[in-house]
């Protein structure tokens, strides 16, 4: 009778470790699919200088490509050095403006209607913000175009910004501005 307890006993010990040890792996592989994305803002500023003609239109003229070259992989790892570009969850533009700086030769209500786009390699080309009604000479806000999801342009370190402008008057002249964005991205597991 004592050597069927103790068998018993050892086999129902066994049965609890091997439970207890599958139970571990099933927690560890939960753990593994929990993906708490982690936001946070990228900004980007830099200043940016082209020959400027516009004149009164009811048709958006293309400027040229303005590089920005953002190096989305290198500003998360300053923020979150075990994270990269490859946890990338959500990418979206946040905000988005251009200021007029010494040196400017043409008011910005010039620009009366805008359209940012993004440009990267092997990705369309994305409308990321526009303005409409412009009457500000020193300013221009724009409006991001809502829950536009920008991962793949910003995993290449190849990017740009083109717009296209409405023109309120006859203008010309270097265009000297600092553009302000800023990317509210998301990373996680």
Do not use: W
Not at 59 to 82: G, R
Not at 111 to 127: E, H, T, V, W
């Amino acid at each position: 009778m004592r050597k069927l307890i103790t068998s018993v006993v050892m086999v129902s010990g066994l049965l609890f470790v091997g439970n207890l040890t599958n139970s571990c792996s099933k927690v560890d592989e939960l753990i593994d699919e929990i993906s708490i994305p982690i936001p946070f803002t990228v900004p980007v500023s830099f200043d940016a200088s082209f020959p400027f003609a516009t004149v009164n239109t009811t048709d958006f003229l293309t400027y040229p490509e303005i590089p920005v070259n953002i190096d989305i992989d290198a500003k998360i790892k300053e923020q979150y050095p075990s994270f990269s570009a490859d946890n990338l969850k959500s990418a979206k533009l946040d905000n988005f403006s251009i200021v007029a700086v010494d040196g400017n030769a043409v008011e910005l209500d010039a620009i009366q209607d805008a359209q940012i786009f993004f440009k990267a390699p092997n990705q369309p080309d994305a409308l990321i913000a526009t303005v409409t009604g412009n009457t500000n000479k020193t300013t221009v806000n724009f409006t991001p175009t809502p829950d536009l999801q920008l991962i793949n342009h910003l995993k290449s370190k190849q990017n740009s910004f083109y717009l296209k402008i409405k023109g309120s008057r006859i203008a010309a002249g270097n265009m000297k501005i600092k553009i302000n964005a800023g990317f509210k991205i998301e990373v996680g597991l």
